[in-house]
C-alpha cells in the first residue's frame, strides 16, 4: 500500500494520476498555478481499496484534519478528465457534507464504482477508483466557462454559463442559465434568466479560465463559484472535448454577408466547387440583371464569398453607399412603373403584386417549362461539347426565375408584416393570439415531383423515394383550415365595432393569403431542371473520365468551371481533380458558421436584429434558442437534429425536427415531425409555410439549433413568440 493513502490536494500533480485519479491530480496542478482551489484532501485509490474499516478510520481522520465542514465529496477515477476524453457525472458527487456524515459519503462514492466491470471499463477504461474531500463553496453563483466556444469552435471566446447557487441544476440540465460570452476584454450576455452574475464577474471568471488554458496550452472546461463574500474559487478544470475545428470567419472582401436570404436560404452544406463557380455564379449574375432591369437597382461585386467552404451571400446591395448610387436609376423606374417599384415597400407591394403573378404565370412560368422539356429530350444525346451551352442556357433562366420568386416572395413577407403589424395593434389584446393561424390551411403540401431538391448544390441528387412523399393527411389539414376559420372568425368578431378596421383587415387579410400559395407554387418549381442540369455534368464527367482526366464521373463536382471546360476542350494544362476535395468538404461540414459575416452598416444592423419581431417574435432570457415565429403552437417533445438525408429515416413521429434548413425533399418529415425549428430561415421560408399546412409550431432563423439542441432533449418549441425553451 502506498505510504500516505491520504494526500492534500496542494501536494500531488499531474504525475500522481495512477495513485490519486485524473480528477484530483488536475486540482493539485491548478493549486500549484495559483489558482483559488477549496483546501482539501484525496483518498488515494489504494486507499479507497482497503477494507471498510481501515477505509473508515482513515475519513474520520480527514474529518479531524479539515474541520466541521460542510464538505464535498467527489470521485476521481484514474480515467476521468484525461485530455481526450471526459466523462463527468459518470460516478456519484455528495454535496453539503457534515463531518459526521463523512463516512458515509465516501462509501456511497466508491460503491459508484462498483457493478459491472465491463460497463465500467466501456466508459473511463480500466479505471480504479479514488476520493477527493474539499471544504465546501457555499456558492452565490457558479457554473462552467469554456474558453472556446463550444458552438463555433472559436478560440478567442470564452463561454460563461452561470445559475444562482449550486452548479447542479446546471450540470444536470435542469436548467440552462446565463450565458456570457467575452471576447477583447468585452462581456456580453446572450441571455440572462437567472442573473446569477453581471458583467464584471463574468470577465473575472473569463479571465482565470484563459489564464489556465493559457498555461496548460489547450482550451479548457472550468467549473467555478463564486461565495457570498464574492471570492472566486475554482472546482475543476479539464480540457475540452469533441470541439469542432478551428477556423476563422473574416470576410475577404469588404462589407455585409450572410447565409440567411436567398440562395443562402437554400444552401446547408459546403458548396462544391463546380457548383459555386458555374451553377450558382450564374444564378446570381442573372438575378441581379434581373433585378436591374424592373427596378434599377445595381448590386456590387463580389455577388458572394465563400469562407471554409460555406457561401454567404452579399448584403452590399443594400448598403446606404451602393443605394445612393442606384438611386438615379431607381427613380427612373419609379417615374416610369410605379406600381411594379412599389413591390420594394411594405406598404404599398400590394399593388405590385399582380404584376409580378401575371408576369410570371402567363410568361417566364411556360417559358421555364418549356425550356427544360427541350433540354430534357436532348441532354442524353448532344456532344458533350454541346452540354456547357444548354447548362448556360437553363441556368441563366434559373436566375431570372430565382428572380420572380424574390419578387413574389418579397412581397409575401412584406404583406405578412403588414397583417401582423395590424394584429399586434388592434387584434392581440382582443382575441389573445398572433396572426400565424390567420395564413396556415391555405394548401395541401402536395406530392414531390421528380425535381424536388435537398439543396441547391447540384452534387446532390433529387429528392430520394418520391413516392415516399405524400402530403399532409384530408383529416389533419381539415384541422388546420377550421382552426384558421376560427381564428378568422375571431378577428372579424372583435373587429365588428370598427367597419373601417374591419375593412383594412380584411384587405390585409385577402392580400397575405393571396400569395402564400403562390410562393410555394415558385419554390417547388424553381428547381426544375435541376435533374437536368445535372445529368449534364456528369456527361461532361463521364467524357473527362474517358480523356483520363478525372477517376470518376462524380468528381467533375469538385472541379471549377474553368477546369472542367478545359478537361473537356482538351486543353493540355487541364488540371485533375483535388482528391482532397471531398475529405475537405466533408471536415468543413463540421464546422458551424455564423448566419453573418464581415461589417453590417448600423442602421441595417438594427433592422437584421430586429426583423424576428416584425412577425411577432418575444426573445425570452430563458430560451436555448430563439428566431421567427413562423407556425403557431407551443409543443414539447424530444430533439431530433437532422443535417440531411442520410438521417431522414431516424426522425420518429413526435419527436422535434432540428435542421439546418427545409427544402421541398424535407416536406416528408413534416407528417412525423411534432414541431419544426431552424438554424436559417424567414417568415417566408419554405419550413415557416409547410409547417403551417401540417398544423405544427415552427420556430426559423435560430442561427445555430442544430448543434445547441441535441438529440433526445427535451424541448418546448413555441412558435408563436419564437423560442425553443427546456422542457
Known sequence: MSVNPIRRLADVRMADIPAVGGKAAGLGELVSLGARVPEGVVLTAEGAALDLARRDALIRDVGDRLGEGPFAVRSSGTGEDGADRSFAGIFATVLDVERDELVSAVERVVASAAGDPATRYAKVGPARMA??????VEPMASGVALTADPVSG???SCVVTAVRGLGERLVSGEAAGDEWVVRAGAAHARRRPERAIDERQALEVAAEAGRIAGVRGTPQDM?????????LWILQSRPMTALPPEASWEAPAPGAYTRALRFGEWIAEPVTPLFESWLLSTLEERL??????????????PHHVVVNGWYFYSLNWISPGNMLRSLPSILWHVARDPRRAAGVLPSVARHSVPLMERDWRDDLQPRYRAAVEAAAATVNSVPPRDLPALIDELAELAGEYFGSLVALGGAAYKLEINLARFHRRHLASLVGEGHLPLLAGLMVPPRLPLHAVLSLDWVDAAVPDPDAAGGASGDGHARVIKAREVAEAAARAALAGSPKRLRTFERLLTDAQHII???EEQVSELTLPWPVLRRAVLRIGEALVEAGRIQAAEDVFFLTREEALAGLAGTPDGHPVDVEARRRRAEQGRLVPPVLIGHLARPLRSFWEGYPRLFGAEPSDEAIVSGVPASAGRVTGAVRVVRGPAE??????????VAPLTAPAWTPLFARAAAVVTDIGSGAAHASIIAREYGIPAVVGCGDATTRLRNGMRVTVDGSTGNVLRA
Open 154 to 156: 472559436s478560440r478567442d
Open 288 to 301: 441581379h440583371a434581373w433585378i436591374r432591369s424592373k427596378l434599377g437597382q445595381r448590386a456590387p461585386l
Open 131 to 136: 476520493v477527493i474531500v474539499q471544504r465546501m
Open 648 to 657: 431522414f429515416d431516424q426522425l420518429q413521429a413526435g419527436e422535434i425536427l
Open 517 to 519: 400559395p403562390i410562393r
Open 223 to 231: 467549473e467555478w463559484a463564486i461565495d457570498r463574500d464574492g471570492t
